[in-house]
T-cell receptor
Framework: KQEVTQIPAALSVPEGENLVLNCSFTDSAIYNLQWFRQDPGKGLTSLLLIQSSQREQTSGRLNASLDKSSGRSTLYIAASQPGDSATYLCALTQGGSEKLVFGKGTKLTVNP | KAGVTQTPRYLIKTRGQQVTLSCSPISGHRSVSWYQQTPGQGLQFLFEYFSETQRNKGNFPGRFSGRQFSNSRSEMNVSTLELGDSALYLC????????????FGQGTRLTVV
């Protein structure tokens, strides 16, 4: 059974710092890996999608990488801002299914 | 381009009642998936519909059911509500072809009292 782990569960950093969020998974036979952001009480906002044949994706200050052989993905946030404060979730699909398997998330707080 | 729309945004129901939640996917998307989010369990997959057919189902009791209409809009029904069904219910829409991005609605907050 696929398990997705995100460590740490919470992270607090000063504004302007570069940071890395980690996501690990137990079964390397995955299709997509997607990073989401969730603000309190709201839905999920898609940040980046890494498809099975790709190793990384970039959007603005965000960069996500995927290493299937080691079962890891990282989300790099450059020059963090207070508006980046949210819970970040990674999720993956496998086996020809649209079903997303989620980690529990990392709650990020960026202090002004 | 309109996003994923979920209605209603908030619901309060009494134990034993039933509830129906609605999800309108992004235009052109044929797959709709439903998830339950609770503080203890995180996000858990309920089921996925594609072209009016249930393609996948998670490990939830039969009280949870769904359907999809010809215009890809989907409804989720929970019968005989229990206190533990209180959660944020999220739906996701995608093209339904492998390796495509999933987009989520704002969710329906269900409180069972």
């Amino acid at each position: 059974k696929q398990e997705v782990t995100q460590i740490p569960a919470a992270l607090s950093v000063p504004e302007g710092e570069n940071l890395v969020l980690n996501c690990s998974f137990t079964d390397s036979a995955i299709y997509n890996l997607q990073w989401f952001r969730q603000d309190p009480g709201k839905g999920l906002t898609s940040l980046l999608l890494i498809q099975s044949s790709q190793r990384e994706q970039t959007s603005g200050r965000l960069n996500a990488s995927l290493d299937k052989s080691s079962g890891r993905s990282t989300l790099y946030i450059a020059a963090s801002q207070p508006g980046d404060s949210a819970t970040y979730l990674c999720a993956l699909t496998q086996g020809g299914s649209e079903k997303l398997v989620f980690g529990k998330g990392t709650k990020l707080t960026v202090n002004p | 381009k309109a996003g994923v729309t979920q209605t209603p945004r908030y619901l309060i129901k009494t134990r034993g009642q039933q509830v129906t939640l609605s999800c309108s996917p992004i235009s052109g998307h044929r797959s709709v998936s439903w998830y339950q989010q609770t503080p203890g369990q995180g996000l858990q997959f309920l089921f996925e519909y594609f072209s009016e057919t249930q393609r996948n189902k998670g490990n939830f009791p039969g009280r949870f059911s769904g359907r999809q209409f010809s215009n890809s809009r989907s409804e989720m029904n929970v019968s005989t509500l229990e206190l533990g069904d209180s959660a944020l219910y999220l739906c996701a829409s995608s093209l339904g072809v492998l390796n495509t991005e999933a987009f989520f609605g704002q969710g329906t907050r269900l409180t069972v009292v």
